[in-house]
């Protein structure tokens, strides 16, 4: 069993669907993320959450929406979506959000999005 | 704006030849570097890092080198084999930055047998 689980491994929907990402991380860690994988793009951050409160937010479009009931656990909300939203979403932990943390993070296998 | 980027998008090596991965980054404030790798239908997993103090480190068959001069980090692997095969991204964070990094776009390893 790898450290971060995400499911569902792939989603098709449609733009006007509802859907939700879910991450667990089974190592202890403090902070989670949301990552945004495009092909031939650099993985984008979208959200950070330390200790369940939402840190940071890149600037992600509101029919991005994040949820995390506890440390172990984050959640991405879909709704109304776009076609160019499709992409490998990766959850990922770390140990803490410590401006002096060595960054490494621990990235699940990601959620294969196609919206259509 | 800051980047970090990858001078080539595919790299094809013969196995058992030494690899390396080339990144540039433009931010001078850059203070920590990780490589990662990421095989097909995977999520990234850490290689090595290193932070701006060091100009070199080692790791089991990798070594990445830091030429904070030009703002270059590369990566060697060391009698490269099949399971090397994979794409490789540079990762960096500021001083202060903590765990929020800026990926490079990758590059493509392909392990010629």
């Known amino acids: 069993e790898t450290g971060v689980t995400q499911t569902p491994r792939h989603l098709v929907m449609g733009m006007t669907n509802k859907k939700s990402l879910k991450c667990e991380q089974h190592l202890g860690h403090n902070a989670m993320y949301w990552y945004k994988q495009s092909a031939k793009k650099p993985l984008e951050l979208m959200f950070v959450y330390s200790l369940e409160e939402r840190v940071e937010n890149n600037s992600v479009p509101s029919r991005f929406s994040p949820e995390c009931p506890n440390s172990s656990h984050l959640f991405l909300h879909l709704h109304t979506l776009q076609p160019e939203d499709s992409a490998l979403y990766l959850c990922?932990?770390?140990?803490?959000?410590?401006?002096?943390?060595?960054?490494?993070?621990?990235f699940g296998e990601g959620s294969r999005l196609t919206v259509l | 704006g800051e980047s970090v980027g990858l001078h080539l998008p595919t790299l094809s090596v013969q196995e058992g030849d030494n690899s390396i991965i080339n990144c540039a980054y433009s931010n001078s404030a850059s203070d920590y570097f990780i490589w990662y790798k990421q095989e097909s239908g995977k999520g990234p997993q850490f290689i090595i890092d290193?932070?701006?103090?060091?100009d070199k480190r080692q790791g089991q068959r990798v070594t990445v080198l830091l030429n904070k001069t030009v703002k270059h980090l590369s990566l060697q692997i060391a009698a490269t084999q099949p399971g090397d095969s994979a794409v490789y991204f540079c990762?960096?964070?500021?001083?202060?930055?903590?765990?929020?990094?800026?990926f490079g776009t990758g590059t493509q390893l392909k392990v010629e047998l």
């Open positions: 990762a960096e964070t500021p001083t202060g930055g903590g765990n929020k990094l800026t």
């Open positions: 990922a932990s770390s140990q803490a959000i410590r401006t002096s943390a060595t960054g490494e993070l621990f």
């Open positions: 290193i932070r701006s103090n060091m």
